[in-house]
């Protein structure tokens, strides 16, 4: 069964102290893992798309990367404005556009 | 920027009522999904459409759901005889061809009394 797990589940950082999160998934055949920031109250902002393993997209103080069990954001330097929960999700091969998610990481940043 | 736009933004409806809930994609998407997240949840995908067709569904997507491109804008979701465990909230999203990635609505709470 194709699933994505999350850590942790929330995270408090201090303003300018960095970190990673992680999501990790088993999927029959990746087509692409998603990452997106969603605020409360709205709906899921994409942030990166990654294909294969070894790849690398950064966004400001944002960084994803993708291995072949686990994919990373890490966040450098983060700035309350940084605070949001951030989902992962994947597309296996096997289906239509259907998007996995895992839970999140609901990120704290305090000033 | 262009954004899928969803209405209403909060829907309260009584048990074993039909509700119709509605989505303006991107404009030159072709590929339109429904997922929806009850609170404290995972976001769950219920279904996708493509060429006024359903490409796939989930589960959760029985008898009492269907989809509609009534015209060349809206996209909706009804469900037709509503349950307490259909309150959720219920996001749109659309892409591109290919692999693009989807960009999803604000949502529409559906309260269900």
């Known amino acids: 069964e194709d699933q994505v797990t999350q850590s942790p589940e929330a995270l408090r950082l201090q303003e300018g102290e960095s970190s990673s999160l992680n999501c990790s998934y088993t999927v029959s055949g990746l087509r692409g893992l998603f990452w997106y920031r969603q605020d409360p109250g709205k709906g899921p902002e994409f942030l990166f798309t990654l294909y294969s393993a070894g790849e690398e997209k950064e966004k400001e103080r944002l960084k994803a990367t993708l291995t072949k069990k686990e994919s990373f954001l890490h966040i450098t330097a983060p700035k309350p404005e940084d605070s949001a929960t951030y989902l992962c999700?994947?597309?296996?091969?096997?289906?239509?556009?259907?998007?996995?998610f895992g839970q999140g990481t609901t990120l704290q940043v305090k000033p | 920027e262009p954004e899928v736009t969803q209405t209403p933004s909060h829907q309260v409806t009584q048990m074993g009522q039909e509700v119709i809930l509605r989505c303006v994609p991107i404009s030159n998407h072709l590929y339109f999904y429904w997922y929806r997240q009850i609170l404290g949840q995972k976001v769950e995908f219920l279904v996708s459409?493509?060429?006024?067709?359903?490409?796939?569904k989930s589960e959760i997507f029985d008898d009492q759901f269907s989809v509609e491109r009534p015209d060349g804008s809206n996209f909706t979701l009804k469900i037709r005889s509503t349950k307490l465990e259909d309150s959720a909230m219920y996001f749109c999203?659309?892409?591109?061809?290919?692999?693009?990635?989807?960009?999803f609505g604000d949502g529409t709470r559906l309260s269900i009394l």
């Open positions: 459409f493509y060429n006024n067709e359903i490409s796939e």
């Open positions: 999700a994947v597309q296996a091969s096997s289906n239509t556009g259907k998007l996995i």
């Open positions: 999203a659309s892409s591109g061809q290919g692999m693009r990635p989807q960009h």
